[in-house]
């Protein structure tokens, strides 16, 4: 499996960015994909995933704001971000796992900067 995660960028708090997770290989492992991130002396942690059904779940710090969904057809997550707090600043990257319980796997993209100005 192979992930790559764009969309990254800077923005003032308040603002709005799109992530997008283009992935390739065995559809299989493709099943559900997910958005992480990690701040620089945190732990990489859990944002959001979707199953391929469209089965979401949420962090709790994101609920409300972030919005994941997914182009079964090309292979690819999104991450819609709104109302961005400077919280939200971090590296985020993609993951893919056959199974929920799977998550994370060691299929990691490079991950794309978000930066968000108070």
């Known amino acids: 499996v192979q992930l790559q995660a764009f969309g990254g960028g800077f923005v003032q708090a308040g603002g709005s960015l799109r992530l997008s997770c283009a992935a390739s290989?065995?559809?299989?492992?493709?099943?559900?994909m997910g958005w992480y991130r990690q701040a620089p002396g945190n732990k990489r942690e859990l944002v959001a995933y979707i199953t391929r059904s469209g089965v979401t779940n949420y962090a709790d710090p994101v609920k409300g704001r972030f919005t994941i969904s997914r182009d079964n057809g090309k292979s690819t997550a999104y991450l819609q971000m709104t109302s961005l707090k400077p919280e939200d600043s971090a590296v985020y990257y993609c993951n893919a796992a056959p199974i929920v319980p799977a998550l994370p796997t060691n299929f990691w993209g490079q991950g794309t900067q978000v930066t968000v100005s108070s």
């Open positions: 290989g065995n559809p299989w492992n493709l099943n559900v």
